[in-house]
């Protein structure tokens, strides 16, 4: 059973460092099932592939379960499965959980990968393969086998050799093989109990619950065991700030219905938390922060050591505040946190003094006649290093099924921008208080209208 890893980033060999593991040894880890063996089959500056090869004990697979029957039928050794997932989390850890002791930036970066398995089950064939990986981002090339080549009138049979390409950090790739591999196999090799919900929560953070097939997905990943799937997908729709008792308010809803079908929500809150681990920005505040959708991932990862949310709705702080209660976090993580009302057009020196500000989908509620105020309160105030700032690209708008022609995404909306206007309000803005500003789209990029979502990340000049 293989998985090969293969990067083109520059120094590809850096790859070494993410998985903690040198490209010049070849290491071996003891499992329970049998052993993994760690090694590169090239190493260069340009190109770097590294082999995660399981040589699973078919004989202790066996033994003790009173059949003799999968001790000569299984596939169980030769196929990607859960114990490649197991295999994954022991070896490399470190790199799953996203963290890399000498380059710590690194991991947080998407740099172009390719993962290749060479036989990996697909119960649901190459549709279900696709349907799993491509909404992730992944160009996904999959090539069937014949069930016996002796046989062709026996048919293909559910296995492929797939290649799996995106430009990712390195953990996300892991998390996502760490979850699908089981679901295409549709089995486990040990029992499904409740820490399963919490390994697919974890390991399903940030993807999972924006995911359009995340049922079939929880339902496969638990062994179909209803009362699993159905705590797991509660926390889902939690996450995915579908709020089951109905609380939400304002904003998000309809904006949410519009733009759902891209789970765009999602996206662009991925875009942010990696520019602020891009520009090693820890202590944070977000301007706007509504019902807490970002302050949740902040507060979840132990990069980010202090974060501010400020909004003008009193109601919504008091609702992010529930919301994150719920997450139960210990007290000393919990302190990390702050919210405070206040509006993003007066000055305030409590916003002074961070690494970043954040300002999602917030400047287009704004009057026209108040952005300056808005611009000197943030650039030339509160004055964070870095700032990134997401707003909707009103040329998008057109591809939007749901939106009648001309209408604006949410009826609180006193504006959008076209890429120009946003790119020449940027440009101007930064000019004059200092900054840089660089682009980004978020979300699927169309070649006539642009991302549904711009993002500008300014830096100060220092
Ligand atoms: N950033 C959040 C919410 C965006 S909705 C997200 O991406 O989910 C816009 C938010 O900006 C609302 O919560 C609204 O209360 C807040 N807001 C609008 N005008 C504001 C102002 N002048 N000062 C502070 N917050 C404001």
């Given at each position: 059973?293989?998985?090969?890893?293969?990067?083109?980033?520059?120094?590809?060999?850096?790859?070494?460092?993410?998985?903690?593991?040198?490209?010049?040894?070849?290491?071996?880890?003891?499992?329970?099932?049998?052993?993994?063996?760690?090694?590169?089959?090239?190493?260069?500056?340009?190109?770097?592939?590294?082999?995660?090869?399981?040589?699973?004990?078919?004989?202790?697979?066996?033994?003790?379960?009173?059949?003799?029957?999968?001790?000569y039928v299984s596939d169980r050794p030769y196929v990607a499965s859960s114990f490649l997932s197991v295999a994954i989390a022991q070896v490399f850890s470190t790199?799953?959980?996203?963290?890399?002791?000498?380059?710590?930036?690194?991991?947080?970066?998407?740099?172009?990968?390719?993962?290749?398995?060479?036989?990996?089950?697909?119960?649901?064939?190459?549709?279900?393969?696709?349907?799993?990986?491509?909404?992730?981002?992944?160009?996904?090339?999959?090539?069937?086998?014949?069930?016996?080549?002796?046989?062709?009138?026996?048919?293909?049979?559910?296995?492929?050799?797939?290649?799996?390409?995106?430009?990712?950090?390195?953990?996300?790739?892991?998390?996502?093989?760490?979850?699908?591999?089981?679901?295409?196999?549709?089995?486990?090799?040990?029992?499904?109990?409740?820490?399963?919900?919490?390994?697919?929560?974890?390991?399903?953070?940030?993807?999972?619950?924006?995911?359009?097939?995340?049922?079939?997905?929880?339902?496969?990943?638990?062994?179909?065991?209803?009362?699993?799937?159905?705590?797991?997908?509660?926390?889902?729709?939690?996450?995915?700030?579908?709020?089951?008792?109905?609380?939400?308010?304002?904003?998000?809803?309809?904006?949410?219905?519009?733009?759902?079908?891209?789970?765009?929500?999602?996206?662009?809150?991925?875009?942010?938390?990696?520019?602020?681990?891009?520009?090693?920005?820890?202590?944070?505040?977000?301007?706007?922060?509504?019902?807490?959708?970002?302050?949740?991932?902040?507060?979840?990862?132990?990069?980010?050591?202090?974060?501010?949310?400020?909004?003008?709705?009193?109601?919504?702080?008091?609702?992010?505040?529930?919301?994150?209660?719920?997450?139960?976090?210990?007290?000393?993580?919990?302190?990390?946190?702050?919210?405070?009302?206040?509006?993003?057009?007066?000055?305030?020196?409590?916003?002074?003094?961070?690494?970043?500000?954040?300002?999602?989908?917030?400047?287009?509620?704004?009057?026209?006649?108040?952005?300056?105020?808005?611009?000197?309160?943030?650039?030339?105030?509160?004055?964070?290093?870095?700032?990134?700032?997401?707003?909707?690209?009103?040329?998008?708008?057109?591809?939007?099924?749901?939106?009648?022609?001309?209408?604006?995404?949410?009826?609180?909306?006193?504006?959008?921008?076209?890429?120009?206007?946003?790119?020449?309000?940027?440009?101007?803005?930064?000019?004059?208080?200092?900054?840089?500003?660089?682009?980004?789209?978020?979300?699927?990029?169309?070649?006539?209208?642009?991302?549904?979502?711009?993002?500008?990340?300014?830096?100060?000049?220092?």
């Amino acid at each position: 059973m293989l998985l090969t890893i293969t990067t083109t980033h520059q120094p590809a060999t850096d790859l070494g460092y993410l998985l903690h593991k040198h490209p010049e040894r070849c290491q071996s880890f003891v499992l329970s099932f049998g052993k993994a063996h760690i090694f590169y089959s090239e190493a260069s500056t340009h190109l770097c592939t590294a082999a995660l090869l399981l040589d699973v004990d078919a004989v202790k697979l066996v033994r003790g379960r009173g059949t003799f029957v999968g001790q000569y039928v299984s596939d169980r050794p030769y196929v990607a499965s859960s114990f490649l997932s197991v295999a994954i989390a022991q070896v490399f850890s470190t790199a799953l959980a996203g963290r890399c002791k000498d380059k710590p930036e690194l991991a947080q970066i998407p740099i172009p990968l390719v993962a290749r398995l060479p036989v990996l089950p697909c119960w649901g064939g190459e549709e279900f393969l696709r349907q799993l990986f491509e909404p992730l981002g992944y160009s996904v090339s999959a090539q069937g086998h014949l069930l016996d080549e002796n046989f062709p009138e026996w048919g293909q049979s559910h296995y492929y050799t797939v290649e799996l390409q995106h430009t990712l950090p390195l953990s996300e790739l892991l998390s996502h093989l760490y979850v699908l591999i089981p679901v295409l196999d549709d089995e486990k090799h040990y029992w499904v109990g409740d820490e399963e919900v919490e390994k697919l929560l974890r390991h399903g953070e940030g993807w999972l619950a924006g995911h359009p097939a995340r049922e079939q997905i929880t339902k496969r990943y638990l062994k179909r065991q209803g009362h699993l799937t159905r705590a797991a997908l509660a926390q889902l729709m939690e996450e995915e700030n579908l709020d089951p008792d109905g609380v939400e308010e304002q904003h998000t809803q309809e904006e949410a219905a519009v733009e759902k079908p891209l789970s765009l929500n999602q996206q662009r809150l991925n875009a942010v938390v990696a520019a602020l681990k891009k520009h090693g920005a820890k202590r944070v505040i977000d301007l706007g922060c509504a019902q807490g959708n970002l302050l949740k991932i902040l507060l979840k990862d132990s990069f980010f050591e202090q974060i501010l949310g400020v909004d003008v709705s009193y109601r919504s702080l008091e609702i992010a505040k529930e919301r994150l209660d719920r997450l139960r976090l210990p007290r000393d993580r919990w302190n990390r946190l702050q919210l405070i009302q206040g509006a993003l057009t007066y000055q305030d020196k409590r916003l002074k003094g961070y690494d970043a500000a954040t300002v999602i989908e917030v400047i287009e509620h704004l009057d026209l006649s108040r952005i300056q105020a808005f611009e000197r309160v943030l650039f030339e105030v509160a004055q964070p290093k870095t700032i990134v700032l997401t707003t909707p690209n009103i040329e998008y708008n057109v591809r939007f099924e749901n939106l009648p022609a001309g209408r604006l995404r949410h009826k609180d909306h006193r504006f959008e921008w076209t890429r120009e206007e946003f790119q020449s309000w940027a440009n101007t803005v930064a000019k004059r208080f200092g900054y840089k500003v660089e682009f980004q789209p978020v979300g699927i990029e169309d070649s006539e209208v642009g991302s549904p979502t711009q993002m500008g990340v300014f830096s100060r000049n220092s």
